[in-house]
């Protein structure tokens, strides 16, 4: 049996194969594995090829941290207002958000989006985010943070937010009880899930295991295991469409 730092090794492994331009601190939120274990056990591999990118994990590091420096810089560009002297010459910036507002606009959003939910129960994450996406207005991961945020509770009261919760769960599976058995073979194959997605489904759809528990049983969190699965859904549900599509 693997011990649990070998399993953490294989996830980070496997994650940055998959998904190589991701941050440190990115695969750090998706996987909720400290940065500082994603950095050591990408220093072990750093020779591994990536054969989507043509590139060690080194070299693909490597260009990661120069896109970041570029990204950070345009950041603070973007978030800090420029300090001239009297002469018109460049002596520093200040914060041009109010740490305050910023709090405020969060908290007004998770409001909207909520409220949007409950009045549309049936709305998937993606019809939501491209209902707002139209306003260019929210994402799909800004969208589900906010139906999912601790702060739920305070800003919509505590029935509304387990209402959320339960909405939420449900949605996820509802499509999967109009696949006859006999496409899900062929749906699964189509859907190119990566090997955890292939897992994790599995263990929710043949054997009903908890989030909870397929959480324990990877080392990951709760929060990491429904990204995961959200975007294996995501991917079954395109593949449905493409065999609707040819028949």
Same mark, same amino acid.
């Given at each position: 049996?693997?011990? &649990? ?6 996830? #980070?492994?496997? %994650?940055?194969? $998959? !998904?190589? *331009? =991701?941050? @440190?601190? +990115? /695969? ?76 405020? &606009? ?6 909207? #989006?909520?409220? %949007?939910?409950? $009045? !549309?129960? *049936? =709305?998937? @994450?993606? +019809? /939501? ?76 759809? &043949? ?6 528990? #397929? ?7 709760? *929060?990491?295991? @429904? ?21």
């Amino acid at each position: 049996m693997l011990k &649990e730092s070998q399993i953490k090794e294989e996830i #980070i492994i496997k %994650f940055f194969m $998959e !998904n190589p *331009t =991701f941050f @440190i601190s +990115e /695969i750090s939120r998706e996987i909720s594995i400290p940065k500082s274990t994603i950095q050591r056990y990408l220093k072990k591999n750093e020779n591994l090829l990536i054969e989507s990118e043509n590139r060690t994990i080194k070299e693909q590091l490597a260009i990661n941290k120069n896109t970041g420096k570029v990204k950070g810089g345009l950041n603070s560009f973007k978030n800090n207002d420029v300090i001239k002297d009297e002469n018109g010459k460049f002596v520093g910036s200040t914060k041009s958000v109010n740490p305050g507002d910023k709090e405020e &606009e969060k908290l007004n959003d998770i409001k909207l #989006i909520c409220t %949007f939910y409950l $009045e !549309n129960p *049936t =709305f998937t @994450i993606k +019809e /939501i985010s491209n209902y707002f996406c139209d306003l260019n207005m929210y994402t799909e991961d800004y969208v589900y943070d906010c139906l999912t945020n601790s702060r739920v509770a305070n800003v919509m009261g505590k029935e509304a937010a387990k209402k959320i919760r339960e909405q939420l769960e449900r949605n996820r599976y509802t499509f999967l009880r109009k696949i006859g058995s006999e496409e899900i073979g062929i749906i699964l194959e189509l859907a190119n899930l990566t090997d955890i997605e292939k897992e994790i489904i599995s263990l929710r759809i &043949e054997n009903n295991i908890s989030l909870e528990k #397929i959480g324990e049983l990877f080392s990951l969190s709760k *929060t990491s295991i @429904i990204k995961i699965e959200n975007r294996a859904l995501d991917k079954i549900i395109n593949a449905k469409k493409e065999i609707n599509n040819v028949k």
